[in-house]
């Protein structure tokens, strides 16, 4: 049976908690269903994810995903992009041209969702595949076109992943959330449409820097 499904969830939170006081088992209860509603429709596949990683569903704006692929205009072949959610980057981004397109995601319905797009879009975007795959557990060490759009909570650790990980040739496009210490390459668009590029040898030399290196 599928480790993420809400039905074992609840089994295994019942075979915890039952056996308390009438009290302990109506709070349990209440639990029981919060938690149901939050594997099972909320964050499904995100079990395993630390809380303190878990980053919700929030679809970019159409502005967004063209001040997104405008950063990575020029550039081909594989393209990554890291909470994929619904597909809409990764299609745009196959129907630009990067062959292959690949996204990663968590949540099965998105996933879903990502595939029935692609599906429909086959003809414009024939490269597009998505994986279901905890992106902190990716290796990024062959990507060098690579969108995130997550929340400033994980970013820190995030650049930190970047930084291991991606060799030097490799631009990274965030969008609506900057990464939180690095320099960008180029910035575009307004609001919460905006987009920051990052190319990796320049974010090591910055941070490489004398100036930079005590004052962190
Ligand atoms: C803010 S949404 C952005 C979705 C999409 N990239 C877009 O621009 O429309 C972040 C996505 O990342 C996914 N996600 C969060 N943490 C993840 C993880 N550890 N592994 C894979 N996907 C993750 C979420 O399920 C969500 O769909
Ligand atoms: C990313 O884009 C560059 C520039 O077009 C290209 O040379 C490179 O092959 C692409 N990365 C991958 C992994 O295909
Ligand atoms: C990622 O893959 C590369 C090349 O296959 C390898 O050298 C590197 O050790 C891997 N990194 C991690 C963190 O597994």
């Given at each position: 049976m599928d480790p993420d499904e809400p039905g074992e969830a609840l089994a295994e939170l019942r075979g915890r908690r039952l056996g308390g006081a009438g009290l302990l088992q109506l709070a349990a209860g209440t639990g029981v269903a919060a938690y149901v509603v939050w594997a099972g429709?909320?964050?499904?596949?995100?079990?395993?994810?630390?809380l303190r990683l878990q980053v919700p569903y929030v679809p970019a704006s159409a502005r967004q995903v063209e001040n997104v692929l405008t950063l990575l205009r020029g550039r081909s072949g594989k393209v990554v992009d890291l909470?994929?959610?619904?597909g809409r980057i990764v299609l745009e981004a196959s129907r630009r041209g990067f062959h292959p397109a690949v996204g990663y995601e968590l949540n099965p319905w998105l996933l879903w969702l990502a595939q029935f797009h692609a599906w429909r879009a086959r003809r414009r975007a024939p490269a597009v595949t998505y994986h279901r795959e905890d992106l902190w557990r990716?290796?990024?060490?062959?990507?060098t076109n690579v969108t995130v759009f997550l929340a400033p909570s994980v970013l820190p650790l995030l650049e930190t992943k970047l930084l291991a990980?991606?060799?030097?040739?490799a631009r990274v496009v965030a969008g609506?959330?900057?990464?939180?210490t690095w320099a960008p390459s180029a910035v575009i668009g307004e609001g919460i449409d905006r987009a920051w590029a990052y190319d990796m040898h320049r974010v090591r030399q910055w941070a490489a820097a004398p100036s930079r290196g005590t004052s962190v």
């Open positions: 429709l909320l964050m499904p596949g995100f079990r395993r994810v630390p909470g994929s959610g619904d990716v290796n990024l060490s062959d990507c990980e991606l060799p030097d040739r609506r959330f900057p990464l939180p």
